[in-house]
């Protein structure tokens, strides 16, 4: 019994030819030599530290600790009154010369409404919700604690002091 082969598909035959060299040149890798692989790094050597704590930093010079952070007082008779709505919005933070932004949203979070700090110093760096105590603007830190306490000067500013003592103004 003999075998013809009457007609070719031609682009049957090349899509094998192109699929054998594929293999084939696969097998001609630089992957598959014997050459010698290079060494590994050898594991880096970490610094030697020492434990990190901490503590409150001792009044500014001149002061007592008893003037340096005095007890959040209670908002003046001429501060006007807030509601959530006056508060929303995006507010320029003046820590103690140094400046920052704050955001209060209507997002309920924490003690009362969300808030969050964009390049602000260490003072204000966790705060995490605010709410309005009679005419007083509270903030406070992620763990709840009362972070900041400011009464209006004005329809778009107040003015008060953190917990630790340092002066804040907020504007827009």
């Known amino acids: 019994m003999s075998l013809t082969i009457k007609s070719f598909n031609l682009p049957a035959v090349l899509a094998f030819g192109l699929a054998a060299a594929a293999i084939l040149s696969g097998c001609a890798s630089a992957r598959f030599h014997d050459r010698p692989q290079p060494a590994a790094a050898p594991p880096a050597v970490s610094a030697p530290y020492a434990q990190v ?3 409150d930093l001792p009044p500014p010079d001149g002061m007592s600790a008893a003037t340096a952070a005095p007890a959040l007082q ?3 008779a001429e501060a006007i009154d807030l509601t959530p709505a006056s508060i929303a919005g995006v507010w320029k933070a003046d820590l103690g010369g140094m400046t920052c932004q704050l955001a209060t949203p209507q997002t309920k979070a924490g003690k009362g409404y969300r808030a969050g700090s ?3 110093p260490a003072a204000f760096a966790q705060i995490g919700s605010w ?3 009679g005419k007083q603007l509270v903030f406070y830190d992620k763990s709840g604690r009362d972070l900041a306490v ?3 000067t004005g329809v778009n500013s107040f003015s008060g002091r953190t917990s630790a003592g340092l002066p804040v103004s907020l504007s827009r």
Do not use: V
Request: aromatic share 6%; glycine share 0%; proline share 7%.
């Open 118 to 120: 964009l390049h602000c």
């Open 53 to 55: 704590s901490q503590s």
């Open 74 to 76: 209670a908002a003046p």
């Open 131 to 133: 709410n309005i105590s």
């Open 150 to 152: 400011l009464y209006s």
